[in-house]
């Protein structure tokens, strides 16, 4: 029982693995990449809510729509609309109509906007090149396993509304 989450028995608080340091590391981890999201957001007069919304758009392997964006992201129609909005006068998305169904409308990532991310994200992929060096293919395995098994846990839980 001593090396449960939140006792401070001999070795329980130590163990690289255990909750709290894997929270730290995890807050320490968003931190650094919310700096890096601010600074690309400001330098191209974006939000950072609208990076966030590029990257749903650019990391979904089927076509995204407004309505997908409002659910990924947890904002109202309005506040998407107005994203979208940001991000196509922006240069950076495009809004595209479904042929067969004209009311629907995909959001596609303009191709000659990654060249702009790259400039702000390229140290970050540099970065993460590096350590991934440090681990071997198992090891990033178990990282990677673990990293989508807690983002799908983590798309499941619902706020509450203050």
């Known amino acids: 029982m001593g090396g449960q989450t939140g006792e401070t028995g001999e070795g ?4 690289p693995s255990d909750l709290r340091h ?3 590391e995890l807050r320490r981890l968003n931190g650094e990449i919310a700096r890096v999201v601010h600074s690309f ?16 758009v650019l ?3 089927e076509p995204v729509t407004p309505s997908v964006l409002r659910r990924r992201l947890g ?7 107005a994203c979208v909005d ?7 998305l495009r809004r595209v109509r479904e042929s067969v169904d004209r009311r629907v409308v995909h959001l596609q990532y303009v191709p000659g906007a990654q060249a702009q991310a790259r400039k702000y994200f390229g140290p970050l992929a ?17 990282v990677v396993r673990f990293l989508g098994s807690l983002n799908e846990e983590l798309a499941a839980v619902k706020s509450p509304r203050a």
């Open 12 to 15: 329980a608080a130590s163990a």
């Open 22 to 24: 894997l929270g730290v």
């Open 41 to 56: 957001a400001t330098g191209q007069g974006l939000h950072p809510t609208d990076v966030h919304a590029l990257a749903v």
């Open 59 to 61: 990391d979904s392997t």
């Open 75 to 81: 904002l109202t129609s309005g506040a998407v609309s």
């Open 86 to 92: 940001r991000l196509e006068r922006a240069g950076h």
């Open 126 to 142: 540099e970065a993460a090149d590096r350590v991934r060096g440090e681990f071997s293919a198992a090891e990033l395995d178990v």
